[in-house]
Each structure stands twice: as structure tokens, then as C-alpha cells.
């Protein structure tokens, strides 16, 4: 793993219930407050986050879609692509 997708996993795991708000806010994700604030819960409480591995992007989006829903997870799925790009 580089150092680019090092700061981008600690930024996940840091992350804040308002900084995802911004970010979905500014690619046109639909999120609540409350679904942000799960989303953040449940991030914390992964040993590691690596979204630029497509099997652990798929684990962490089925955790997400069954404490949000399938849609949050998917629209979360393309926010975590333009973040790996």
C-alpha cells in the first residue's frame, strides 16, 4: 500500500459524521445525519480499512447496507470509488 492509499484509509477511519455529510453533500449523495452517523460507528469499530481492495470495500459496504440501507451503501460505494481514483 502507497502512502496516498494510507492517508486515504486514516481519513476513513478519522472521519467525522459532518466531514461525510460534506463530502456526500458534494458528490450528490443522499445521507442523513443519522445514517452518517452509523456509517462513522461502524468504521471506527473495523480493525483496518483498505477501500482500495475490492474484497474489503464489498465486506465494509454489506456492513453499512445492513446498518443504513442497500442504497446508502451504494451511493457510498461510488463516493469510496472517487476517493481511490
Same mark, same amino acid.
Given at each position: 500500500?502507497?502512502?496516498?492509499q494510507q492517508i486515504i484509509n486514516q &481519513? @476513513? %477511519?478519522?472521519i467525522t459524521p459532518e466531514e461525510l455529510l460534506t463530502y456526500a453533500n458534494q458528490y450528490n449523495i443522499q445521507v442523513t %445525519?443519522? *445514517?452518517? +452517523? &452509523?456509517? !462513522?460507528?461502524l468504521m471506527k469499530n473495523q480493525k483496518s480499512i483498505n477501500i482500495?481492495?475490492?474484497?474489503? +470495500? &464489498?465486506?465494509l459496504l454489506r456492513e453499512i447496507a445492513r446498518v443504513t440501507s442497500p442504497d446508502v451503501a451504494r *451511493? @457510498?460505494?461510488s463516493l469510496f !470509488? %472517487?476517493?481511490? %481514483?
Open positions: 500500500m502507497n502512502i496516498y &481519513k @476513513l %477511519k478519522t %445525519k443519522e *445514517q452518517a +452517523r &452509523k456509517v !462513522i460507528i482500495f481492495s475490492q474484497e474489503e +470495500r &464489498k465486506q *451511493q @457510498l460505494n !470509488i %472517487k476517493f481511490t %481514483k
